[in-house]
């Protein structure tokens, strides 16, 4: 298979040092719309087909592999099938935008205890979003998201709610983190760039790929800049999408989906033999 070539001087700068010193490279990924695709109901949102066999392939082969997820960390491991398969006992999965983590030679997710202001708004939810065919998805206690893609018309919803959820995040001490008509409020502090940069860390980090869809992405695409400015070179990458074009301009490697992730991801596996 083919390894798709950056388009940028600095994601081949990233390419080429992750090539030349795999054992000190961190791969993050985001789950939704990167791993698994986009669906209606995020319940239903599970990782593509060939997504484990080609993590499974290319983690032993590098530093550390990260999944870093605006969901519960216990949701993304289920939907993704990680518990449990050989060859990634090393994989992470940093929850809730890293405040939770579960580690795959352990089986167990460490957090902190829940932000009060999450059951706050939760509870004041219900009214607000009443007949606007909106509805909520709950994150473990620790962040809710309000979905407008079952909505007649999913634009307009998505935009009508965004000032008052606004409002009642941070009346509650919340952030409102807007992606592809999702609404999700959660506690400030925690973002992917600051859980991508503290693992980096943790694992002496020498180069970094970091691949993503939607726009609570770009704290970790700017994370991976701010390495690039330190000296550990790093490659952007966007799982393309038509609703969200930020990243596609921010990119150094842009892919077809979720397919095209796990291209990419075998690809490299076949590369480092």
């Known amino acids: 298979m083919n390894l798709p070539e950056p388009t940028t001087p600095a994601g081949q700068e990233g390419l080429r040092a992750l090539l030349a010193e795999p054992r000190r490279a961190v791969i993050g990924l985001d789950f939704d719309g990167t791993l698994a695709p986009i669906v209606a109901d995020p319940e239903?949102?599970?990782?593509?087909?060939?997504?484990?066999?080609?993590?499974?392939?290319l983690a032993p082969k590098v530093a550390s592999v990260a999944v870093i997820?605006?969901?519960?960390?216990a949701v993304a491991v289920r939907?993704?099938?990680?518990?449990?398969?050989?060859?990634?006992?090393?994989?992470?999965?940093?929850?809730?935008?890293?405040?939770?983590?579960?580690?795959?030679?352990?089986?167990?997710?460490?957090a902190p205890a829940p932000h009060p202001?999450?059951?706050?708004?939760?509870?004041?939810?219900p009214e607000l979003l009443a007949?606007?065919?909106?509805?909520?998805?709950?994150?473990g206690g620790r962040a809710v998201a309000v979905h407008t893609r079952r909505a007649d018309d999913p634009q307009s919803a998505f935009e009508a709610l965004q000032g008052p959820l606004a409002d009642l995040a941070a009346r509650n001490g919340l952030i409102v983190e807007p992606g592809r008509l999702v609404l999700e409020l959660r506690p400030p502090?925690?973002?992917?760039?600051?859980?991508?940069?503290?693992?980096?860390?943790?694992?002496?980090?020498?180069?970094?790929?970091?691949?993503?869809?939607?726009?609570?992405?770009?704290?970790?695409?700017?994370?991976?800049?701010?390495?690039?400015?330190?000296?550990?070179?790093?490659?952007?990458?966007?799982?393309?999408?038509?609703?969200?074009?930020?990243?596609?301009?921010?990119?150094?490697?842009?892919?077809?989906?979720?397919?095209?992730?796990?291209g990419l991801l075998r690809a490299l596996a076949e590369r480092l033999g």
């Open 131 to 139: 007949g606007t065919g909106a509805w909520l998805e709950e994150k």
């Open 79 to 110: 939907n993704g099938g990680f518990a449990r398969v050989p060859g990634l006992e090393h994989l992470t999965v940093l929850g809730h935008y890293g405040a939770e983590r579960w580690d795959a030679a352990t089986g167990e997710v460490t």
């Open 69 to 73: 997820t605006g969901r519960p960390a």
């Open 189 to 262: 502090g925690m973002d992917k760039g600051v859980a991508l940069q503290k693992h980096a860390r943790e694992v002496s980090a020498r180069s970094v790929l970091f691949a993503g869809d939607d726009l609570g992405d770009l704290p970790a695409f700017s994370a991976v800049d701010d390495l690039r400015a330190a000296g550990t070179p790093g490659l952007l990458v966007c799982s393309g999408s038509d609703e969200v074009t930020e990243l596609r301009k921010r990119a150094d490697l842009v892919v077809d989906g979720p397919a095209g992730v796990v």
């Open 44 to 57: 239903k949102a599970f990782a593509h087909p060939e997504a484990v066999p080609a993590l499974a392939a």
């Open 117 to 125: 202001g999450v059951a706050a708004v939760r509870a004041e939810l």
